[in-house]
T-cell receptor, first 115, second 110 residues
């Protein structure tokens, strides 16, 4: 089945620790996105990538880093510099934004908590 | 002013009721509109995708866009307990930038 797979489903971070959230898609989409979802605040864009080896900061990139070495994969690292990392993280993908105004499709998220 | 405004609810209705969910927006350049359904601890699932003004129907769901009023709606007919979820509206602006509402929480009571 085509879709977006996020892992792990739940993740716990210790103080001073970096953690990496995985996102893989087999939809052959060019664009991939990372969002953070907090209660009452909706979706906030962290980073996005339109093509391999290129990515752009979103609205709340501080304390996060990403890489896009393969079309299928867009991992997100939550660094120790992110002081309030507890949230639900969503990965999404979509067709090339330069050609189509197509909707984004989402994975089932990773819930990150502080130990 | 936020680009997209959505009443967070919560909204509670009896089974079988007609549900109306709404969003307003400020940017007249928006032309592509979406509704997503999000169950608890899951990612948003695309329900409806519409372009410009008018209605689009899919089973019990109808998406309506009124560009003159900058207002979009999602109607759910014969609501079921399985419709209980958070509903997010979304729009695409220039440069393929996405704007999401904060979501409306809906509970359908058996």
């Amino acid at each position: 089945d085509g879709g977006i797979t996020q892992s792990p489903k739940y993740l716990f971070r210790k103080e001073g620790q970096n953690v990496t959230l995985s996102c893989e898609q087999n939809l052959n989409h060019d664009a991939m996105y990372w969002y953070r979802q907090d209660p009452g605040q909706g979706l906030r864009l962290i980073y996005y990538s339109q093509i391999v080896n290129d990515f752009q900061k979103g609205d709340i990139a501080e304390g996060y880093s990403v890489s896009r070495e393969k079309k299928e994969s867009f991992p997100l690292t939550v660094t120790s510099a992110q002081k309030n990392p507890t949230a639900f993280y969503l990965c999404a993908s979509g067709d090339s934004p330069t050609r189509f105004n197509q909707p984004q499709h989402f994975g089932d998220g990773t819930r990150l908590s502080i130990l | 002013q936020k680009e997209v405004e959505q009443d967070p609810g919560p909204l509670s209705v009896p089974e079988g009721a007609i549900v109306s969910l709404n969003c307003t927006y400020s940017n007249s350049a928006f032309q592509y509109f979406m509704w997503y359904r999000q169950y608890s601890r899951k990612g948003p699932e695309l329900l409806m995708y519409t372009y410009s003004s008018g209605n689009k129907e899919d089973g019990r769901f109808t998406a309506q866009v009124d560009k003159s009023s900058k207002y979009i709606s999602l109607f759910i007919r014969d609501s079921q307990p399985s419709d209980s979820a958070t509903y997010l509206c979304a729009m695409i602006g220039t440069g393929n930038q996405f704007y999401f509402g904060t979501g409306t929480s809906l509970t359908v009571i058996p």
